[in-house]
């Protein structure tokens, strides 16, 4: 969605962040459940959500739900420490507010990093799975309403949501650290319940090697605004119809934890690219 007030609001929030005296970010990173840790930046500024005019704030644990400005490797980047979450109550325009503000903010590229279920069985729990390209089955789209050219075209072209030589990149990246990564397909739902044995099926029918509860609202409205993506999904837990055991929160936040440190090294990796 685009509306003139939008559009305001995302300049009014990114105005606030400037006053900070925080430099412009050469690139952007949103972490997901159980990864607020990963990549700790030199000098930080950190700006929780609450104090930027207008921003949503979402209450998940394992979500920091903070702005955090500092270098990486010498490079200024900003990272967002935890999302809002549709399930929460909030609209997909505010889910992916801060999204908006990120490419307002300069950053010319995101990774998108996010807690999720295997639904291909040839995945394990830790597997790092760089996302070709998405299923949005969440019912309903950020982009829905009048659209604000300012903040990008009324038909964003998606046959290309990931950006191909990020992934290369991130390969790259992974295979100088010695870490195995996939490729695969990431099916959005809205959430907030784990799925049926039934709906596991319908989604590996469908053709997802993954599912879970983010992500793909926010590549919406990246490639919308222009921001290149990538997107990176931790394996923590196997969503197999034929041997599916009872999941908590806990779980998952526990499953991220334990792969940050691969996480870490590769969107360091990442940033080998960019100059300070």
Sequence with gaps: MGTPALASRVRDSASGLRS???????????LGSGLS???ELDA?????????????????PGHDRAFEFGRAGGIPVVVLRGRAHYYEGLSLAEVTFPVRVLRELGAPWVALVNASGAIDPTFSVGDLVLLWDHLNLMGENPLVGPNDDALGPRFPDMSRAYDRELIERAESAARAASISTRRGVYAAVSGPHYETPAEIRMLR??????????????????????????GLSVVTDLAFPEQLAPLLHEDVVRAAERAAPNVDRILRGLLNGETA
């Design 20 to 30: 900070r005296g925080v430099d412009t970010p050469r690139a952007a990173f949103v």
């Design 44 to 60: 930080p500024v950190r700006i929780p959500f609450e104090e930027i005019p207008g921003f949503p704030s979402g209450t998940l």
């Design 205 to 230: 029918t469908c053709g997802a090697d993954l599912v879970g509860m983010s992500t793909v609202p926010e590549t919406i409205v990246a490639v919308h605004a222009g921001l290149r993506v990538l």
């Design 37 to 39: 840790g990963v990549l």
